[in-house]
C-alpha cells in the first residue's frame, strides 16, 4: 500500500520538488538553474489504523534528472503514474517559486490534461536540493488541478483523506 501511495503521490505530482521556504525567502530561478540528478528518496507514509511507514532508496543509478533554467522553464527525462515510473518520457513546461512553493506547470504526456503541480523546497543551495511532497503540497496541487484535471484533483483529494501523515523527501545534487 505504501508503495502504491508514494506512486500515486508522485503521479500526481509528476515532478519532484518540496518546499519549507519562507515567504520572504523566495528562491530565484536563477538560483537553481542547471542539470539536477536525483540521488535518493525518503519517504513515511501513515494510512489511517495503520502503523506509519518509512523507506528510502538511493537511486542515483537510474539517472534520473531535471533541468532547470534560468529563464523559468524546465525539462525532467521521467514521468511518475500510478503504475510506476517511466524513465523513456519526458516532460517540459514552465516554473515558478511561489509562496515557499516550487510550481511546476506542464502537459501530461499520456493525458494532454494541463498540469500544475506545488512542491516545497526544503534545502537550495548551489549543490543540492531537497524537495519534499506533503499534505499541503498535495492539497494546493488538488486546488490547482480541479479546473483543468478533475479526475487527479479527485485522486488527490482521495489520499488525503486516507493519510494521517505524507512525507516523502527527494535529494537531487548538481550535475
Excluded: H, R
Excluded at 518546499?19 to 528562491?27: A, G, H, I, L, R
Excluded at 502537459?107 to 548551489?126: G, H, I, L, M, R
Amino acid at each position: 500500500m505504501k508503495k502504491t501511495l508514494i506512486l500515486i503521490a508522485l503521479t500526481i505530482s509528476t515532478a519532484f520538488f518540496a518546499t519549507s521556504c519562507k515567504n520572504d525567502d523566495e528562491v530565484a530561478p536563477s538560483a537553481v538553474a542547471g542539470s539536477w540528478s536525483l540521488q535518493s528518496y525518503e519517504s513515511e507514509i501513515k494510512v489511517k489504523g495503520e502503523d506509519s511507514e518509512k523507506d528510502g532508496e538511493d537511486v542515483s543509478a537510474s539517472k534520473l534528472f531535471m533541468n532547470l533554467a534560468a529563464d523559468g522553464t524546465f525539462t525532467s527525462n521521467s514521468v511518475f503514474s500510478v503504475e510506476d515510473v517511466v524513465s523513456n518520457e519526458s516532460i517540459s513546461g514552465k516554473y515558478e517559486f511561489k509562496d515557499g512553493f516550487l510550481v511546476l506547470k506542464y502537459k501530461d504526456p499520456e493525458t494532454k490534461a494541463d498540469v500544475v503541480f506545488y512542491s516545497k523546497v526544503k534545502t537550495s543551495t548551489s549543490s543540492e536540493l531537497v524537495l519534499v511532497i506533503d499534505k499541503d503540497a498535495l492539497l494546493k496541487t488538488a486546488q490547482a488541478s480541479s479546473a483543468t484535471d478533475p479526475e487527479t484533483a479527485e485522486g488527490i483529494t482521495l489520499i488525503l483523506l486516507l493519510v494521517e501523515k505524507l512525507e516523502i523527501t527527494f535529494k537531487y545534487k548538481k550535475a
